[in-house]
């Protein structure tokens, strides 16, 4: 599907200025809108301290416009740059997305590094859905987690790019509440995580503020001619369900995304705090199989492959 951006507003003016308006609430044209989610995305780095200049900075990419909205921006303000994808196994999607990728980070003289599956995990994720009655992002999510940060490591950065919007946060915050998994919560955030530890890269997510509609209608503006086609199991997840409950709502409501978020950051100190108060109860330790971080004998990564034929 490629979006087509229409202005309803009567006289179709941008706010700032005289041009055609392309963009709604605000009203703005190209120009203007482009600068606006670059300054967006510029300032939340700044204003949460994300990035410095020394930080040597992996990206978590795909090859979706989440993904190469962040690529694009934040190459334009720190060049210390390396770009990790992971290549699942999804036959007739990920192979496309992929490619786009390697175009993009070719023009723009990135260095981009691909995992797949296939030779860390020992199957495609098609492969292991093929023989296992399991929810394929369950799946996929533990698989991907763990890879991403495995070889962020191995790259020698400081900081993951994760390429999460304000819809994905919104999202996550709502499932939480609805399956009472709060301490889940208190990982989430601009920086994730809550004690640091040298398993872990610390993950940050400058497209925080950034809703899907406006990064669709940033990537199309910028002429990148990107399809939005979602992974094929995203039907069938949870998360689907509850992004399909918040666009429905955000129709009556259009500050909705934004105040969850919103509110959900007033709580998350608390959150933290609570968590950290018995972290005694919550032990890292180190997989006996590949010595990643975990919170048990063995990680779940590992866990799935002893597990699954």
């Not at 490619?99 to 070719?106: A, N, P, V």
Request: proline share 3%; aromatic share 8%; hydrophobic share 35%.
């Amino acid at each position: 599907m490629i979006i087509k951006i229409k202005c309803k507003n009567s006289d179709n003016k941008c706010c700032k200025c005289n041009e055609k308006a392309v963009f709604t609430s605000p009203n703005l044209c190209k120009e203007h809108f482009i600068n606006s989610i670059e300054c967006k995305v510029s300032q939340t780095i700044d204003k949460y301290n994300l990035i410095s200049k020394d930080d040597k900075l992996v990206i978590a990419a795909s090859g979706g416009k989440d993904s190469l909205t962040l690529l694009h921006i934040v190459h334009k303000i720190h060049k210390d740059i390396i770009v990790l994808a992971v290549d699942e196994g999804i036959r007739g999607y990920r192979e496309h997305t992929l490619k786009r990728l390697k175009e993009f980070c070719k023009e723009r003289d990135i260095q981009l590094r691909i995992y797949s599956y296939k030779d860390e995990m020992g199957k495609t994720l098609d492969e292991y859905l093929s023989k296992n009655k399991i929810m394929p992002c369950t799946l996929c999510g533990t698989f991907r987690r763990y890879l991403i940060n495995k070889y962020a490591k191995k790259l020698d950065g400081t900081k993951l790019l994760t390429g999460h919007n304000l819809d994905d946060e919104a999202q996550a915050f709502l499932m939480n509440l609805f399956t009472s998994q709060l301490k889940l919560s208190a990982r989430q955030g601009l920086k994730t995580g809550i004690i640091s530890n040298e398993g872990f890269i610390p993950r940050i997510k400058p497209l925080y503020f950034c809703s899907e509609r406006e990064i669709k209608a940033y990537t199309f503006l910028k002429g990148w001619n990107l399809t939005f086609d979602e992974c094929p199991h995203a039907t069938d997840s949870f998360r689907g369900y509850m992004r399909d409950i918040l666009n429905e709502y955000s129709i009556i409501n259009k500050t909705a995304k934004i105040n969850l978020v919103n509110n959900f950051l007033k709580i998350l100190p608390k959150l933290k705090e609570n968590i950290e108060k018995n972290i005694k109860s919550y032990p890292i330790l180190s997989c006996k199989n590949c010595g990643e971080p975990c919170s048990t004998e063995t990680c779940s990564a590992c866990s799935f492959q002893k597990a699954l034929v």
